[in-house]
């Protein structure tokens, strides 16, 4: 039995290898499989994307993974040390147990990961490619835009959007977004620029093809994956501004256990009760190391100056 | 008939001071059916002779004449359908993370043909590809095959005439010889009118019936291809021309 | 030891996610103090033995040789800052597009006269002056324009004039030229080979050319290796080339067109999968 299995996954790689695709599915898996190779063939990387599935796994079980409820306080319990009881990482100054709130964050960490990962890079991509391509008053207007949200601090900027807009999550992730487009739309520009007097894109603007098509099916496929990389390697900064609002009490509110407030929470503590503010930061450096890991790898795979060979 | 007129056509880059005439009152004709060469080293303008038909080129004055009707600034989708091009540069031509199908289909598609899946094959069987490539991503592909997949991509929109910008000064001679046999074949087959542009004067020697010299944006002789042959050219520089490239392959 | 370049059997191989590709397949020759051609198509290895002669493989690139020396010296050992000394000094190599080998933000000058200074101890007024000579050398006729321009306010025949002025001044014994006038028009093409050609002559120096053109190559050479799936199919005398008997040479010199001769079909290549397999000539003298 297990050699029928052997025998199909091996007809299952030799599909995905072959020399002749024989139909556009076919093609576009064989391409997406052998970039699985190679972004496997990296270690680090690897270890990164398994990071971030192990964290993606934990935010969906976390009610069952949770060793207590995240938010029922025990007063007599509070700031207890590691390993007290069930409680592996300890309580905080409400007596709540820091590994279930952990838990309970990683879903909040990936929801705002998540959105600023759809928002931002859309919308750097939009105005980038557009600026790039149209090119003339579109072009200067745009970028000055752009330059204006780069001229300022991030978290600076953020922070007043969300005095603006009003404390919370979702605020925040918008705020986050607003003021992480401009280097995507950069990026997506540059790219835009010299991929536009190419032959290809000139072949096709001879077949009477609008720029509308032009952008969206010639020019976007080329800068997703530099965006992508970038978008990675960015997240690590997203979650910390993200921890850096909750800190300040801008982003999650109490008693959400967002993990930036959680260390804003355990701030006051840190000398005698050490573990109640490192131990959301060892979460938030791991999964930003995840990022950073994947983002470095995926750069490998995906850089079209790279590929292109 | 003329399928394509150039009467005085001017080209420039950049404005005032910064100005540079790339083409300067360029005129000639092009039978229907004939093959026509333009030959000059470069920054002769010749192929922005090419582009400025196509309307690639931001200025330019002068009548550009297709089947008799002028031209305007702008190009029409029955432009595009009657006149096609072949780039140079086989790897910079073709869309890198396009397959074969996927370019082929989408020029079916912006010309409104139908019965795409019936035409794809037809093409790669015209351009000497099997239908086995047809699914295949350009890095897969030689330079050679890459060419043929350009080619086919021209022909789709099934053009009357085909300008051609260097389409084989990219490629090895053997392959080289592959492409100019297809092209000829070609032209017999669907009736084309071409216009190709070479640095090469035996591959226009071979293609074209009459060839035009460019020197400096400037058209300095027009002459018959025997005439090229038996290196009676009248303009000094197209002696040198042609003396060079005797010389060059002696 | 009279022989310039002497190579048995040398492999390149590039390990590739596929497997190991070999690009030059155990080849063996030899330079005198000659005219030698390497012509093929792109991806017959002719590029990868000029650069494997001057050990500018890269990784993740593997050289191997029974025996490969220069002038006498074996090359496979040798540690890279005696190599870099080597280079230059006793071969160097002109490539195809100057474009890329000249520095675009140093004077062309400067560069020539860095060239020099690498190899020899010379105060920089001298060297300025070699400098001048060898651009006079190479037919540039203002030198001392050229001497302090910029390498992109030069058209390319002058430009590849520069790169040879700069190979050659420190009067290296062997001079690798890989497409040097592929980029460039015919008539400059005529020109700038026709200099270097002269400048080898009048030196004694030996000549490797390498280039996909096999009739361009015999104008400007003695001996002719044709490479074919990273080995040698065939040698011939430059004079004889009409004598040549494999298919492959054949082929390439038949597919061209010519100016002069009207053909109806232009000759195409059959490749036959057996020439891969086919024992490599040896070019050793």
């Excluded at chain 1, 009490?249 to 804003?264: C, D």
């Excluded at chain 2, 690639?56 to 595009?80: A, H, M, W």
């Excluded at chain 3, 030899?30 to 990784?59: D, Y």
């Excluded at chain 3, 651009?135 to 390498?151: G, K, W």
């Amino acid at each position: 039995m297990s050699l029928a299995a052997e025998t199909e996954k091996q007809g299952l790689r030799d599909w995905l290898l072959a020399e002749v695709p024989t139909s556009r599915r076919h093609a576009r898996m064989a391409a997406w499989y052998q970039n699985w190779l190679a972004l496997r063939r990296n270690t680090l990387a690897m270890a990164g994307l398994g990071i971030l599935i192990l964290v993606i796994i934990i935010a969906i079980f976390a009610p069952v993974l949770a060793p207590h409820d995240p938010f029922t306080q025990d007063l007599a319990n509070r700031l207890k040390p590691l390993g007290f009881g069930s409680h592996w990482l300890g309580t905080d100054s409400l007596g709540r147990d820091i590994l279930s709130r952990l838990l309970y964050g990683s879903r909040i960490t990936l929801y705002i990961v998540t959105l600023v990962a759809i928002i931002a890079p859309i919308m750097g991509l939009i105005v980038g490619t557009i600026s790039g391509y149209v090119g003339g008053w579109v072009d200067v207007v745009l970028m000055r835009i752009t330059d204006i949200f780069l001229a300022f601090p991030k978290l600076v900027l953020a922070l007043a959007f969300v005095a603006a807009l009003g404390a919370g999550i979702e605020n925040a992730v918008l705020a986050i977004s607003l003021t992480s487009w401009p280097p995507y739309a950069r990026i997506a520009r540059a790219e835009t620029l010299t991929i536009r007097k190419s032959d290809f894109i000139q072949a096709i603007q001879l077949q009477g093809a609008g720029p509308f098509r032009i952008i969206t099916k010639h020019i976007w496929p080329l800068c997703i994956s530099s965006l992508v990389i970038r978008v990675t390697l960015d997240m690590a900064g997203v979650i910390l501004t993200a921890a850096g609002l909750g800190f300040l009490g801008l982003g999650a509110q109490p008693p959400s256990p967002e993990w930036g407030a959680m260390i804003s929470g355990g701030r006051k503590y840190i000398l005698d009760h050490w573990w109640v503010a490192t131990m959301p930061g060892i979460a938030i450096f791991m999964v930003s190391l995840a990022f950073n890991l994947l983002g470095d790898g995926l750069r490998d795979v995906l850089d079209p100056k790279e590929s292109g060979r | 008939m003329n399928a394509l007129e150039l009467v005085d056509l001017n080209v420039w880059f950049g404005e005032g001071s910064d100005r540079v005439d790339a083409v300067k009152s360029v005129s000639f004709s092009v039978k229907q059916g004939d093959s026509f060469g333009l030959v000059g080293e470069s920054g002769s303008g010749k192929s922005t002779v090419l582009r400025a038909i196509t309307g690639l080129v931001p200025n330019c004055s002068g009548s550009i004449l297709v089947d008799q009707k002028e031209l305007g600034t702008g190009r029409s989708k029955r432009f595009y359908k009657t006149v096609q091009m072949v780039f140079q540069d086989p790897y910079a031509s073709l869309h890198p993370r396009h397959t074969v199908d996927r370019v082929l289909s989408e020029t079916l598609q912006l010309h409104g043909f139908k019965e795409i899946d019936t035409k794809i094959p037809k093409l790669l069987d015209d351009v000497g590809l099997g239908a086995s490539f047809r699914f295949r991503y350009p890095h897969q592909l030689s330079g050679g095959q890459r060419q043929r997949v350009a080619i086919a991509r021209a022909l789709a929109p099934e053009p009357e005439i085909l300008l051609l910008d260097e389409p084989t000064s990219a490629l090895d001679v053997s392959v080289q010889a592959e492409i100019l046999n297809l092209l000829c074949e070609l032209r017999a087959e669907h009736h084309l009118t071409y216009l190709m542009v070479s640095h090469d004067l035996s591959v226009v020697g071979h293609m074209c019936d009459n060839v035009a010299v460019m020197q400096h944006g400037e058209l300095v002789e027009m002459m018959t291809v025997d005439k090229m042959r038996n290196q009676q050219a009248d303009h000094p520089y197209s002696k040198h021309l042609l003396e060079s490239s005797a010389r060059y392959r002696s | 030891m009279s022989n310039l370049v002497d190579v048995e059997n040398l492999w390149v191989r590039f390990p590739t996610r596929t497997g190991v590709f070999d690009a030059v397949r155990g080849i063996s020759f030899s330079l005198g103090k000659e005219r030698l051609g390497i012509v093929g198509e792109s991806g017959s290895g002719k590029s990868m033995t000029g650069r494997a002669l001057l050990r500018l493989i890269r990784k993740p690139g593997i050289v191997e040789a029974d025996r490969m020396e220069i002038m006498g010296q074996d090359i496979i050992s040798m540690p890279e800052k005696q190599m870099r000394q080597l280079r230059g000094r006793d071969i160097s190599m002109i490539m195809q597009d100057p474009k890329y080998s000249l520095n675009p933000v140093m004077r062309v000058g400067a560069q020539i006269v860095e060239a020099l200074s690498i190899h020899e101890k010379v105060d920089s007024k001298l060297a300025r002056q070699k400098a001048l000579e060898m651009l006079e050398a190479v037919v540039i006729r203002d030198p001392e324009r050229v001497f302090s321009a910029y390498p992109h306010e030069l058209s390319g025949g002058m430009g590849q004039r520069v790169m040879i002025a700069m190979m050659l001044i420190a009067n290296p014994k062997i001079l690798i030229a890989d497409e040097p006038t592929s980029a460039l028009d015919v008539s400059v093409q005529i020109q700038v080979l026709e200099i270097m050609d002269k400048l080898v002559r009048d030196r004694g120096m030996g000549l490797i050319f390498i280039s996909h053109d096999l009739r361009l190559v015999s104008n400007f050479c003695d001996r002719i290796l044709i490479m074919y799936g990273g080995r040698i199919v065939e040698i011939c005398e430059a004079g004889k080339l009409e004598e040549a008997r494999h298919p492959y040479t054949r082929g390439l010199l038949n597919s061209m067109p010519q100016l002069n001769i009207k053909h109806d079909r232009l000759e195409t290549l059959d490749r036959d999968p057996a020439w891969r397999d086919q024992e490599s000539v040896s070019g050793i003298l």
